[in-house]
């Protein structure tokens, strides 16, 4: 099946191969999280974007690539993208690591607290840690820079298709601060070619959505 980004709760996982990483997409919950499976082709480390939810499916989608996990990394600390993260980090022995300000609201330590500009390496494969601020105080967006130059960056719920994330919810949230950082640290920072990958629904690029910023924030959201 050719990669199309388009996953639903129940279903098979979608997968993409890169030149030196493999993504794999699954949606899991009535929310239709999504869950990525990152392995680097060279050395079959593995690293998981956000056990949201169904351990038992989410460990079998480790096996799907080599069946070790080496690392887990939790976009944002909403209780939907979080559910299975103490199981899965106890079944599996995975290193955990989150946003250092959405830290201590996650359901276990993690490991390592992530700031803006940091890196995250497994196996060969080095993602860069964005931070968008907005949706949640210590949110995290990945990014790995391909061979070929282009980017495809891991977003949770700050950037979707069609818009950001949600920020009237709680008082911590801010519109103005996730626009801020999503025009900033996104699209000021990562050319047309990126493609993102959002914590629930279809991907998007950043050549589709750039054209938009400027209503979104007329809008306010």
């Known amino acids: 099946m050719d990669y199309n980004g388009a996953v639903t709760p129940g279903g098979p996982a979608q997968v993409r191969e890169l030149d030196g990483l493999t993504i794999r997409k699954l949606a899991v919950s009535d929310m239709s999280n999504n869950v990525y499976l990152l392995t680097c082709t060279s050395s079959g480390a593995q690293l998981l974007i956000d056990a949201a939810d169904d351990a038992a499916r989410i460990v079998e989608l480790v096996h799907e690539g080599t069946g070790t996990l080496d690392a887990i990394a939790t976009s ?110 996104i699209f000021g920072a990562y050319d047309d070619r990126t493609w993102f990958y959002p914590g629930h629904g279809d991907d998007g690029t950043l050549a589709t959505q750039r054209p938009h910023l400027g209503d979104w924030r007329s809008r306010g959201w």
């Open 76 to 185: 944002h600390q909403h209780w939907d993208h979080v559910r299975a993260l103490a199981e899965v980090a106890e079944q599996t022995g995975a290193t955990t690591y989150a946003g250092r300000d959405d830290a201590q609201a996650l359901p276990i330590d993690p490991d390592h607290v992530l700031d803006h500009g940091d890196s995250l390496t497994f196996g060969e494969i080095t993602l860069e840690v964005v931070g968008v601020r907005g949706h949640t105080p210590g949110g995290i967006a990945l990014a790995w820079t391909a061979p070929d130059g282009s980017t495809h960056l891991f977003t949770g719920d700050s950037l979707f298709p069609g818009g950001v994330g949600a920020t009237t919810h709680y008082d911590y949230q801010s519109f103005d601060q996730l626009i801020d950082d999503v025009e900033q640290r």
